[in-house]
Structures are given as C-alpha cells and as structure tokens.
C-alpha cells in the first residue's frame, strides 16, 4: 500500500513523543471518511426514529456534537495538528435489522496533513452523544466498528477500507 510505513512517526529517535513536523509537505486537498455504529434494544431505535426521545432530537444534536468534536480535534488528541476544515458531513443510518444506527462522517481540508483523526473523532463523538441521550432508556447500547473508511490527499495516496 502507497505510503504504509514500518515505523511510528510521532517518537524521535529516543522515543519520546513529539509533534510530526509538516512544514515541508506540499499544501493538497484531503478528504477522510469515518463511520462507526450503536447498536441498541429495537425499542431504544424506534424512540429514535419517532423522535420521541426524552432528551430530545438525538441525530441532529449528536451530528451537531460530530461536527463540534471534528472542530476540537486538535484539542482532544495531543499530537493531532490543529486543521482548518473546509467540510464536515455526518449522515446516520437507521439499521433497521441489526436495531443500530451507523454514522459516516466526511471530512475535508486544504492543509499539510490529513483529516482522518477529525473524522474519526467526529464518528466516535457522534456515536458517543447518541449514547448520552438514550443511556436512560437502554444502558446496554454497544458501540462498535469504529473506523476510517477511506482517505485521499497526500503524499501517502488513497486509502480505502475493506
């Protein structure tokens, strides 16, 4: 795979933790795809879909919470470099079957490095916020699968999920 690497790039030769230096990387798009899941009780997810939830909309507070986690980044994993974002989309997913809900996040800038902790933390953050707003009613939710789906810029090229 283009750019897989047999070493950590954030410890120096001590192996000392330290913030990767990109000031010599060349300036590209770079868009990172995350996605994630809940699973709950069935009646837990038609609360959900209803909206009848006692604390309120839990998708549209829990993509708002997605987009805010996205923003704070930087803020919340110690070496993550603080990006500009040029985008931030977060779709869930009703799945009906498996009684979860599935959340992709989209994430995008013109930068130096990568998007892909913004999504990934966005995902997470989503996911954890749908939790909050529900944990009253179903304390036995399970998030899971947590991951990048895909990623593109860079000099490392194009990564996609299996």
Known sequence: MAGQRS????FD???????????GK???RRLARAGGRIAMRPETL???RAGSAQKGDVLG???????QA??????LIPLAHPLPLTRVAVDFTLDEPDSAVVIEVVAETIDRTGVEMEALT????????????CKAVDRGMRIDNVRLL??????????KGA
């Open 13 to 23: 030769a001590a192996g000392k933790a330290h913030m990767v230096d990109v000031a």
């Open 26 to 28: 060349e300036i590209t």
């Open 46 to 48: 038609a609360l959900i």
């Open 150 to 159: 895909e990623k593109s810029g860079g000099k490392s090229g194009h990564y």
């Open 122 to 133: 966005a995902a997470a953050v989503g996911l954890l916020t749908i939790y909050d707003m």
């Open 7 to 10: 070493h950590f790039t954030h």
């Open 70 to 75: 996205a923003k704070r980044t930087a803020e």
């Open 61 to 67: 507070t829990a993509r708002i919470a997605a987009i």
